[in-house]
């Protein structure tokens, strides 16, 4: 927790679902960040605010489509000057729909494409322009196997996968010297969610054996990013339970 007239360090977390998102959040409010947290619809959030005040922390909902430039534009805004600076962001929306290229509609994988990619740059950029100011920071996008190969009836994941993993090249490429730190985190498997249990009964049985990724220990790897001296920066993290194929 920050002691009293320490300036307030803010961690972002764009798309803090009920798993990976949400642990990312409560693992940063932990280590004494003021946790801010984005979905589509505000009043979802709420559960895991209360959670993180309940334990001590600092949390704030804020509905956003991650979409819309003139929404992450105000939200950026608003952060910056209500709560504090930006010290990391996270963008961890996912947008995996599985579908046959067959089958496959434009306006879904525009979609798809919006969703995983686009959303990233606009977040991105704007936490960037602030962090660059200030010579310091931390942008951390989530990523997925898909980002690093396409695989059958995910065209359009692989797609929007790829093109998220290019961004984040390419602003590490130009911002690790200013200062900020950018990294991909492919996290390859599982996560033990709702709907994994009830999607995919067999594999989530395997949680008894350590074979599904635990939202907590994802979100530890993404606070262990954050912290690596400058001397040893790791742009491209992948995460898979020890079991997984790859």
């Known amino acids: ?21 949400g642990a990312i959040a409560r693992r940063f409010a932990a280590g004494g ?19 993180i005040v309940a334990a001590g922390g600092h949390a704030h909902g804020f509905g ?21 600076p930006i010290d990391v962001m996270v963008f961890n929306i996912g947008a995996n729909v599985p579908c046959s290229i067959l089958e496959e509609t434009a306006r879904k994988y525009f979609k798809i494409w919006e969703m995983a990619c686009f959303g990233g740059f606009l977040n991105g950029r704007e936490v960037a322009k602030r962090m660059v100011a200030r ?22 994941f692989a797609g929007a996968k790829h093109a998220l993993r290019a961004l984040a090249q390419s602003m590490a490429r130009e911002l690790g010297p200013r200062g900020i730190h950018v990294g991909h985190v492919v996290v390859d498997g599982a996560i033990d969610t709702e709907f994994i249990r ?24 993404y606070w262990n990013l954050h912290m690596q001296p400058r001397d040893a920066w790791t742009f491209e993290l992948d995460l898979r339970p020890y079991m997984e194929k790859w």
């Open 1 to 21: 927790m920050p002691m009293k007239n320490e300036p307030t360090r803010v961690a972002l977390i764009v798309g803090a679902g009920d798993a990976t998102g």
């Open 33 to 51: 960040y003021t946790a801010c947290m984005t979905r589509r619809e505000a009043d979802k959030l709420v559960p895991l605010v209360d959670t």
């Open 64 to 84: 956003s489509d991650a979409r819309k430039e003139e929404e992450v534009v105000a939200l950026v805004e608003q952060i910056e000057r209500d709560i504090g």
């Open 135 to 156: 010579g310091r920071g931390t942008i951390l996008f989530t990523g997925a196997t898909a980002g690093l190969r396409g695989s059958a009836n995910f065209a359009a």
């Open 198 to 221: 009830s999607t995919f009964p067999e594999r989530y049985a395997l949680k008894v054996q350590d074979g599904i990724l635990n939202p907590q220990h994802i979100a530890e790897n």
